[in-house]
């Protein structure tokens, strides 16, 4: 738990409703900071077209695979696919196959898999995925079309719509003049509450 909701976790010990009111602002605003992040445009968003984290994962994995541990066996061709085979130097009899769409998918991501099961696990490339990449084995596949699209910036926006705006002007007096009066809810009566365990007292 971090202190971002601290005043509002107080609240809700007493007024849960009051609580969710004062909850509201602060969602408004994170939403509304994450749309402009989002849709922001400069000329640095072209060389980033991926999210923040889409971008700080790719810097990662790249930087610490060592293309030179590894051997890439064969790579083949189906209708849909490209398959390689992949293994390092000092375990030979270990092999992985790596399988990458020819064309990119959503977003135009390429993301594929490998029987590592590290991408399937993890939701990122693996090490045998980024090996491919940058001794170019595959033709047209870079480090931003082996990302998966759900690191991409169009998700990210997707995410975030620049239409919506959320609607934080909510208070007790709005919830009473747009609200309905509800008949069908009552206190519950004492007759529908279980009985107490143990010997009842002599004067109850």
């Known amino acids: 738990m971090n202190w971002a909701n601290d005043c509002v976790r107080r609240r809700t010990a007493t007024d849960a409703l009051n609580a969710a009111l004062c909850w509201l602002p602060k969602e408004t605003e994170r939403y509304e900071q994450s749309k402009l992040d989002a849709w922001k445009k400069n000329r640095f968003r072209i060389e980033k077209p991926l999210s923040p984290r889409g971008m700080s994962v790719m810097k990662d994995v ?90 991409t910036r169009e998700q990210w926006q997707l995410q975030f719509p620049s239409g919506i705006t959320c609607a934080s002007d909510i208070t007790l007096a709005t919830l009473k003049k747009n609200s309905a009066k509800a008949d069908h809810l009552r206190y519950c009566p004492e007759w529908t509450v279980g009985c107490k365990k143990g010997r009842p007292k002599k004067d109850k």
């Open 62 to 151: 790249f930087e610490h695979c060592d293309t030179a541990i590894y051997w890439i066996n064969n790579v083949t061709k189906t209708d849909t696919h490209h398959i390689a085979k992949i293994h390092k130097h000092s375990t030979p009899h270990r092999e992985y196959v790596v399988t990458v769409p020819k064309e990119g998918q959503i977003h135009g991501s390429r993301f594929g898999t490998c029987t590592c099961g590290f991408p399937r696990k993890e939701g990122i490339p693996c090490d045998h995925m980024v090996a491919i990449v940058k001794v170019g084995a595959i033709p047209m596949l870079n480090r931003v079309s082996i990302m998966p699209y759900w690191m």
